[in-house]
């Protein structure tokens, strides 16, 4: 019987793999996930974060990247955090460490991150791309497109942009070093899959990851803190409330557990993942 049915797989080009989805999740390379704080803005506004919250509320907001390690040295970022000196007179940031500094608590060097996967064009999160010289940068298709072109064409459609970030893009593209992320849905990397939704930017992403744990979500800026989430509250800066609402809940069916779907600028991700500590979180 069992002999019968091994045939008949084979005759029919599948594989046990194919049949499991488990194993073949078990296939795709598995990574760590680490969150890296690289400073914190004190006192900001809560109501510009979650929709609705209380005006009067303020609290310091963390400012991470995320760590991606793969096998056979692959070391993806996801957002590059930012470090020109414009950013600082506009804000007070506490405990700053340059991101391509960051890297260093895993003994890595800037050019041994192999990608970095931009979630959105703002400059909290893609100022320092630059940092890291030999990586690839993969941006969504429609995000690259629009904040190079149509979205200077108006003075209200490109807030959180810095003209220098887009300049260094488009430098990049030229050099061969962009790669373009075509819709929703993609694995521009095995075992790393990139979903649109959100509507915080023009084409912002979120990124699910394989590891050990079952699939982990870093939301980045589709979702602010855990407030968000577990409020069911749209984040306040989003070009469509219905598209973030929509966007949370894909995750938490994307996720493996909703304690894995990982917050853009919560400091209590450093709390909920205490280890290895040091400003590094790992999440599983």
């Not at 807030?159 to 030229?174: F, Q, S, Y």
Request: proline share 6%; aromatic share 10%; hydrophobic share 40%.
């Amino acid at each position: 019987m069992l002999r019968g049915v091994l045939f008949l797989v084979t005759l029919l080009g599948l594989s046990i793999a194919t049949l499991n989805p488990a194993a073949r999740s078990q296939e795709k390379p598995v990574y760590e996930v680490y969150a890296i704080s690289y400073g914190v803005i004190p006192d900001f506004p809560v109501s510009s974060l979650v929709a609705g919250a209380d005006r009067s509320r303020k609290m310091d907001i963390q400012m991470m990247v995320w760590l991606l390690k793969g096998p056979a040295g692959r070391n993806i970022l996801v957002d590059s955090g930012f470090y020109r000196d414009k950013f600082f007179r506009q804000w007070k940031v506490k405990d700053f460490i340059k991101p391509s500094d960051a890297v260093a608590r895993f003994g890595l060097k800037p050019e041994e991150i192999t990608d970095i996967i931009i979630t959105h064009m703002h400059w909290d999160h893609a100022d320092g791309f630059d940092l890291f010289p030999k990586a690839s940068v993969w941006i969504q298709k429609d995000e690259y497109v629009y904040y190079t072109g149509e979205a200077w064409q108006s003075r209200n459609t490109h807030g959180g942009i810095d003209p220098e970030d887009v300049m260094a893009m488009v430098k990049l593209n030229l050099e061969g070093r962009v790669k373009l992320i075509n819709g929703d849905d993609q694995e521009p990397i095995p075992g790393v899959r990139c979903y649109t939704g959100g509507r915080h930017t023009y084409a912002s992403q979120f990124v699910g990851v394989n590891t050990k744990a079952g699939v982990v979500i870093v939301a980045s800026d589709n979702l602010y803190l855990y407030e968000n989430l577990e409020q069911r509250a749209p984040i306040a800066q989003t070009l469509d409330a219905d598209s973030n609402l929509k966007a949370q809940e894909r995750m938490r069916r994307l996720a493996s557990d909703a304690r894995l779907i990982t917050p853009g600028h919560d400091p209590l991700v450093f709390t909920r993942f205490p280890k290895p500590g040091g400003g590094v979180a790992k999440i599983e």
